[in-house]
């Protein structure tokens, strides 16, 4: 089994700062890409930022200069740093994982979510 365990969520006011944390364990031989999805009460899962195994990186429109994403590859860990946040960015993110299982087979597996509030 895989497992993604996140840490870091919660609540700050509008312009600050939250750094979630997400590591993968578990039947992993490798992880391709990995990344943030978040969603919000009536909308759907969307993507925040990605990154692939070599470090390429994609944002949301809405996040570029203000979140940066990060793995370490040794670790299986993604990070995602986000600053300036502002009440759009109140969501449940959920981190996310390609892995090639040491059985064989590609799959992507999510973790639980955590929430992330900015309000005043």
């Known amino acids: 089994q895989v497992q993604l365990v996140e840490s870091g969520g919660g609540l700050v006011q509008p312009g600050g700062s939250l750094r979630l944390s997400c590591a993968a364990s578990?039947?992993?031989?490798?992880?391709?890409?990995m990344g943030w999805y978040r969603q919000a009460p009536g909308k759907e899962r969307e993507l925040v930022a990605a990154?692939?195994?070599?470090?390429?990186?994609n944002y949301a429109d809405s996040v570029k200069g203000r979140f940066t994403i990060s793995r370490d590859n040794a670790k299986n860990t993604v990070v995602l740093q986000m600053n300036s946040l502002k009440v759009e960015d109140t969501a449940v993110y959920y981190c996310?994982?390609?892995?090639?299982?040491?059985?064989?087979?590609?799959?992507?597996?999510w973790g639980q979510g955590t929430q992330v509030t900015v309000s005043s």
């Open positions: 996310n994982a390609d892995v090639l299982r040491r059985a064989g087979g590609i799959y992507d597996f």
């Open positions: 578990g039947s992993i031989f490798s992880i391709n890409g």
């Open positions: 990154i692939t195994r070599g470090g390429m990186t």
